[in-house]
């Protein structure tokens, strides 16, 4: 099956700052790459995805990065906020399969 | 409103008595997952239905069962509870075709004590 993996677990920032996420997997043949943020207490929530026929896609402060020939997946964050502050989650998955998480990476954004 | 609704929100328990997390969706997705997630800790997948009477066991050993009658609906029943099992269970759908998102449910925490 597929292997998620995610760098770093705790991330902390100054406001202001990027920050970035790196997630690699080991399935080719995964094809669509969310990411989700939790805030303390609430579900995962989407924040942005990206389709394996796309290299990079941008939304306001937030953008993801997919390198398939590397199999590594990234999220940038720019002008971070305190906002911010949450667990954020990658993951991977095919066409009529079940989803694969990476751990988590704990982000704090210092004001 | 189209949502993925978990009851009850919050339970403490005994050991020993059994216990069934309610799961429903009003979305109309085909598969339904549920994960153990401990605060703010990695999800586990322990169980996960591509549609009505197919359930299968994710990668996460369970001492949980979980039915697939009808599509809506996916309930996770403990029949045995142990202090183990105390953690945050989520569920979660997704449409079957579409390389879409899956949503997520509020959660039930649980408490065995």
């Known amino acids: 099956g597929e292997n998620v993996e995610q760098h770093p677990s705790t991330l902390s920032v100054q406001e202001g700052d990027s920050a970035v996420i790196k997630c690699t997997y080991s399935?080719?043949?995964?094809?669509?790459f969310p990411w989700y943020k939790q805030e303390l207490g609430k579900r995962p929530q989407l924040i942005i995805d990206i389709r394996s026929n796309v290299g990079e896609k941008k939304d306001q402060r937030i953008a993801v990065t997919l390198n398939k020939t590397a199999k590594h997946f990234s999220l940038h964050i720019t002008e971070t906020q305190p906002e911010d502050s949450a667990v954020y989650f990658c993951a991977a998955s095919k066409t009529g399969n079940q989803f694969y998480f990476g751990t988590g990476t704990s982000l704090t954004v210092i004001p | 409103e189209a949502d993925i609704y978990q009851t009850p929100r919050y339970l403490v328990i005994g050991t020993g008595k059994k216990i069934t997390l309610e799961c429903s969706q009003t979305m109309g997705h085909d598969k339904m997952y549920w994960y153990q997630q401990d605060p703010g800790m990695e999800l586990h997948l322990i169980h996960y239905s591509y549609g009505v009477n197919s359930t299968e066991k994710g990668d996460l050993s369970s001492e949980s069962t979980v039915s697939r009658i009808r599509t809506e609906h996916f309930p996770l029943t403990l029949e045995s509870a142990r202090p183990s099992h105390t953690s945050q269970y989520l569920c979660?759908?997704?449409?079957?075709?579409?390389?879409?998102?899956?949503?997520f449910g509020q959660g039930t925490r649980l408490t065995v004590v």
């Open positions: 399935d080719s043949a995964s094809n669509y």
């Open positions: 979660a759908s997704s449409p079957f075709t579409v390389n879409t998102e899956a949503f």
